[in-house]
């Protein structure tokens, strides 16, 4: 508990906190330069590019330049195509939509509803968040162009020259991707997760030496701690490594984020070394190098054993923490032979899904769609009667804040409102009065440009706690100044647009945070407790024979599991911005959730070795006895998991009977491999291993929740 103890003094003034908070996410960290550097570039030669050739609608193409994460070589050609195709098949399918229901005023807005409806279904169930992207800005345009009570002919161009806007985004943007990628080297997972095992490193050593912290160090440790891991497991979900080499490596960028996050706090503690904590500082030191050099070297951290001798415990706070951390780090890769290696007939994917494997059958989509129709459909409403087509960005506002709104909480619309009146009355606004009427020239713009751009950008790769902000910032400025192919004069024209947004912005908040309001910590906590039953179902599979089916079974669990591990990282930092009578106990929740995830990890990827024995996969068969014996211990753990569920969201369990009765199994097995017509090989060997693993972990976790 020394985590929780510390963190909270430091969050009991808001405005202290505050300041702390910005300064951490505006650091500097390496790499973040050059990244705004790319988007920057990518924006800006799509905006010279649509002001020259004078076509229309290319600020949706300077916001897929921002929006449109940097990958590889293979995802970057793969998302220019889907941003492209996806752009077609929407107006596709709005121009023969619209042949229908254009000359029927009811049925035409019948299909504006339902057109609501299919955009926030269609964000909330698409696998792929570029497919997403591109959908939503076709739909964005496209209901308030058809609006206009101008010839369809008018409006059938315009739609035709969306999609122009759309394909000089896509090349450009694509073109510098490409250009900055072939400029990176190395792994883009490994590397990262090296820098903060070196940075853990060379701060534990200044402990080992009995010297006082240089400043350089710490303060690269707190810009890890503040960037998180966010950066790391978005590139893994759209890496080319096998489902389980992508799970195991996110367990590794976790385990390792948790091991930087106590080692930002281990400066602002107050203690004494003795010779012996000189020690274990070394150790755990040379520990973490050893790690960072097998991991470089694609080689498995061999196991780790610290000294948790109680008496030296409690002479230094959070170490014992560090070193239990740090030797879960070996144990992610659960008895695999090498980092790129440990593969089974389950590592090849299923056929790539379009849609979440859950689309038709978990309710929270069809909320989330009913929830959004709404607001879009409220704005929509407005602006209509009222006959103010000005704030049409209104519904543009609600179709792209959708695009972060699953699983957000409180504090994504503090970052919604503040950015758009920031970008849009500031920057947007402020320049106009301030600045462009002195411009005479698309160079004086540009250099504008660059700078809204290179300042929102620096804001979008901050850490997920304030990222959007600069989404919206950028958003905002686009729709003001990037709109018409001149020099916008008109402030009555800028404050349409931005009272436009903030409507959007708060009709999302109304029906999203008060109608259906639940605070982050409430979220942090169902989503870890289902997350642990989701777990208990896993240890159960396989329930078919057939190794097809349950092989894509149990992958699409797994990738379940495996999303809701980022949900509640993502909701550990809502927690942060969310203030209140309860906010020390959610933040001491907090710490505890992020300590137990560590743990709950580990058993997931060891869960995913035993699926093997279960399956019986080829290389995996086990005599009869002991799988009757592994199908009861996988029932009592499902069990135990289940229980630790229910006592998080206050139900009440039974007392887990869990290390019982896996000692009296363990007896069991000992005595069926001593049985003279039976031995053990070395694959039983290895399930016992994972069995003990299992055991151990979920024991502690017993004690803890």
Not at 187 to 200: G, I, Q
Not at 518 to 538: C, D, G, I, K, Y
Request: glycine content about 6%; aromatic content about 10%; proline content about 4%.
């Amino acid at each position: 508990m020394a985590t929780i103890a510390q963190s909270l003094p430091r969050s009991s003034g808001p405005l202290t906190w505050f300041g702390q908070f910005l300064k951490e996410e505006l650091a500097p960290y390496p790499g973040r330069a050059a990244l705004v550097a790319q988007m920057t570039i990518a924006a800006t030669l799509i905006m010279i590019v649509g002001m020259t050739f004078r076509i229309p609608y290319i600020w949706q193409g300077a916001v897929y330049a921002l929006m449109v994460s940097r990958e590889n070589t293979r995802s970057t050609m793969q998302s220019a195509a889907t941003i492209f195709l996806v752009t077609g098949i929407g107006t596709t399918y709005l121009l023969v939509s619209m042949w229908f229901v254009i000359n029927v005023p009811l049925l035409h807005f019948v299909w504006v509803i339902g057109t609501f409806f299919l955009a926030f279904y269609a964000v909330s169930v698409l696998t792929n968040y570029t497919a997403a992207v591109a959908f939503i800005n076709v739909i964005a345009l496209a209901i308030p162009l058809w609006d206009r009570h101008v010839p369809a002919e008018i409006n059938v161009e315009d739609t035709l020259w969306l999609c122009l806007a759309v394909l000089v985004a896509v090349v450009v943007t694509g073109a510098v991707e490409l250009a900055f990628v072939r400029l990176q080297q190395g792994d883009e997972v490994v590397l990262p997760v090296s820098d903060r095992l070196s940075a853990v490193a060379n701060l534990l050593s200044c402990y080992a030496e009995g010297r006082t912290v240089d400043r350089g160090m710490e303060q690269k440790v707190i810009r890890f701690a503040a960037l998180g891991t966010s950066l790391l497991r978005r590139t893994l979900r759209r890496s080319d490594d096998s489902p389980h080499g992508s799970v195991e490596m996110g367990g590794i960028a976790a385990v390792v984020g948790r091991l930087v996050d106590l080692a930002e706090t281990l400066p602002q503690l107050s203690f004494d070394l003795s010779a012996s904590d000189r020690s274990r500082f070394r150790n755990l030191a040379s520990t973490v190098l050893s790690i960072r050099d097998d991991l470089m070297n694609q080689r498995i951290p061999g196991l780790v054993h610290f000294d948790n001798n109680p008496q030296l415990a409690d002479s230094v706070p959070l170490l014992s923490e560090m070193e239990s951390t740090a030797a879960l780090i070996p144990q992610v890769f659960a008895d695999a032979p090498s980092v790129h290696a440990y593969t089974s007939p389950l590592d090849a994917p299923p056929q790539q899904r379009l849609l979440a494997p859950d689309a038709f059958v978990n309710p929270d989509h069809l909320r989330f769609a009913l929830k959004g129709c709404l607001a879009a459909s409220i704005c929509y409403l407005i602006y209509n009667a009222i006959a103010w087509p000005g704030i049409s960005t209104a519904v543009t506002t609600c179709l792209l804040t959708a695009l972060s709104t699953i699983g957000s909480s409180r504090q994504k619309q503090v970052l919604r409102i503040t950015g758009a009146m920031f970008g849009g009355f500031l920057l947007g606004m402020g320049s106009q009065i301030f600045i462009l009427p002195y411009l005479d020239s698309i160079a004086g713009f540009v250099v504008l440009f660059l700078a809204v751009t290179a300042l929102s950008s620096w804001f979008i790769t901050s850490s997920p706690r304030l990222s959007y902000f600069g989404i919206q910032v950028a958003l905002a400025f686009y729709l003001v100044n990037l709109n018409e192919f001149k020099i916008q004069t008109s402030l009555a024209v800028a404050r349409d647009r931005v009272f436009g947004i903030l409507l959007g912005l708060f009709i999302m908040w109304l029906v999203f945070d008060q109608f259906w309001s639940v605070s982050a910590a409430v979220q942090m906590t169902r989503t870890f407790a289902s997350n642990m039953r989701l777990l208990a179902q896993f240890a159960r599979e396989p329930i078919s024979n057939d190794v097809r089916n349950a092989s894509e079974r149990s992958y699409s669990l797994r990738e379940t599991i495996n999303s809701n591990f980022d949900r509640v990282r993502d909701l550990t930092g809502g927690v942060l911005l969310e203030f209140g009578p309860s906010r020390e106990r959610d933040l001491a929740l907090r710490e505890r959730i992020i300590r137990w995830q560590a743990q709950v990890r580990m058993l997931f990827l060891t869960e995913i070795a035993l699926w093997k024995y279960r399956a019986q996969l080829p290389g995996f068969e086990l005599p009869t006895a002991l799988v009757t014996q592994q199908r009861q211990f996988d029932e009592d753990f499902a069990l135990t998991m289940e229980g630790m569920a229910d006592r998080l969201e206050g139900r009440s369990s039974k007392p887990s009977r869990f290390e019982d009765s896996v000692a009296h199994r363990e007896g069991n097995a000992e005595a069926y491999g001593k049985a003279p017509e039976q031995t053990f090989s070395d694959r039983d060997s290895a399930l016992l291993s994972l069995r003990r693993r299992i055991q151990n972990l979920t024991t502690s976790l017993t004690q803890e929740i």
